[in-house]
């Protein structure tokens, strides 16, 4: 019977496949109470052992070290698992390798954003949700008449693909996403309520609505993570400018999605919101979030904004990055961008942008179109916004000029011709 120690961080649903198959096959798995991630695993004796420093890992009491969480799952499982005749461990394989290739990248794509792990990205979001929703339709029809995956009882195959799944039933997969595959969640539901997987992931709750990009955790967990153009950019700035005491303190970075930090950000003093000196207007930009990033951007956001836009208390303004960039990779081009989000984060009540990076390593350009309360140009209207804007040609768009409009379309769509520049990346202010 295998043993040995397994090393990760809580609530790791990596780690949950061994620990899953362990409980199952009867092997002693003990995980090791005294590691630290970002610390443990940067030791010299663990990098000895794990070259690449990642979890979760394994040492077998007979001194074998295992990485990659298939492989220290089916050593610490059993032949029930794994599959009982050569057939039926080649389809245990099969949806092993299913639930890596055709769901998780996407997993990862739909839900960290969420979790504030990566930046958002909305087309890429997009084209995860439409892969999982072809992934989960191909499920949906296996399982039709199958209440497991390979056989007539749980094997790898049922734990490893259940816990690739688990952030999106937990996260992201509210009831109407989940109400198509009937038989997907039938199965997903028996799975994690079986005695051995519940004892190691506790209980799972489907989620009740869809959860979005939180950019303020995102700014938080990554503040002080620009890349060199950022700190170029700063050096630049007045000292009084550097020393604003209104601004939040960094948190340190998460290191992976699972490790919680459970400390409070430092609150910043409370001052009084610029715009609020501005009416309120017809527009409402809650509203306008929620439909740009939940709902078809062609089809129905767009309609949206052109029908219910109060160009009378709200005004579009086009920006372009006049600062050269010619020594910039397009990686730190787009950290530009992040750490301007970062540092306005409190105008986000009041203000929507679509920013775009366009070009390649050392031809880079940045631009991008920006909706806010008021006419006015809103970074002069607190001392904490004036940043970064003086690094932009700023330009006020007429809503009722048809040539302003097909900019405005193409920088929400993240699609046109954008005068010859070439799309690479964008980022959403919201």
């Known amino acids: 019977m295998a043993a040995g120690t397994l090393y990760s961080y809580p609530k790791n649903f990596r ?70 005749t050569p057939e039926a461990a080649a389809q245990v394989q099969q949806w092993i390798n299913f639930a890596d290739n055709e769901i998780l990248p996407s997993a990862c794509t739909w839900v960290f954003p969420c979790l504030g792990i990566t930046q958002f990205n909305k087309q890429e979001t997009e084209r995860a949700k439409a892969q999982v929703t072809k992934a989960l339709t191909v499920l949906d029809n296996y399982l039709l008449t199958k209440t497991y995956l390979v056989g007539e009882c749980i094997t790898q195959a049922d734990i490893s693909l259940a816990c690739n799944l688990l952030m999106l039933y937990e996260q992201v997969m509210d009831p109407e996403f989940r109400k198509p595959f009937q038989n997907v969640n039938r199965w997903f539901t028996t799975v994690v309520n079986q005695p051995n997987v519940k004892a190691v992931v506790g209980e799972v709750t489907l989620a009740a609505k869809m959860a979005q990009f939180d950019a303020k955790k995102y700014a938080e967990l990554h503040a002080g993570q620009g890349g060199q153009g950022d700190k170029k950019k700063e050096k630049k700035e007045k000292a009084p400018k550097q020393q604003e005491p209104k601004k939040e303190k960094a948190k340190p970075k998460a290191k992976e999605p699972e490790n919680d930090d459970d400390d409070e950000p430092p609150k910043p003093k409370e001052s009084k919101d610029p715009f609020l000196a501005f009416p309120k207007g017809s527009f409402d930009m809650d509203e306008w979030k929620r439909t740009y990033s939940n709902l078809d951007t062609e089809k ?65 350009q940045i631009g991008g179109v920006w909706v806010w309360r008021s006419h006015e140009l809103a970074f002069t209207l607190c001392n904490d916004w004036t940043v970064d804007y003086e690094s932009y040609k700023w330009t006020k768009l007429d809503p009722d000029d048809p040539a302003a409009k097909k900019t405005i379309n193409e920088y929400l769509l993240w699609e046109g011709d954008f005068g010859g520049k070439k799309f690479y990346d964008g980022k959403i202010f919201k």
């Open 300 to 364: 129905e956001a767009l309609p949206y904004f052109w029908s219910k836009f109060d160009k009378e208390n709200y005004s579009i303004w086009q920006c372009e990055y006049v600062e050269d960039l010619s020594d910039n990779l397009v990686f730190q081009t787009c950290n530009l961008v992040s750490g301007m989000f970062q540092r306005i984060e409190k105008m986000r009540k009041n203000a929507f942008a679509s920013m775009i990076i366009f070009g390649e390593n050392k031809k880079s």
């Open 15 to 84: 780690a949950y496949k061994a620990l899953i198959a362990a409980r199952y096959s009867g092997a002693d798995v003990k995980e090791d109470p005294a590691f630290k991630f970002g610390q443990t695993n940067q030791s010299p004796s663990f990098l000895e052992k794990f070259p690449l420093g990642k979890v979760p890992a394994f040492t077998s009491k007979n001194g074998l070290n295992l990485f990659e969480s298939n492989a220290i799952a089916q050593y610490v499982g059993n032949k029930q698992l794994q599959g009982e």
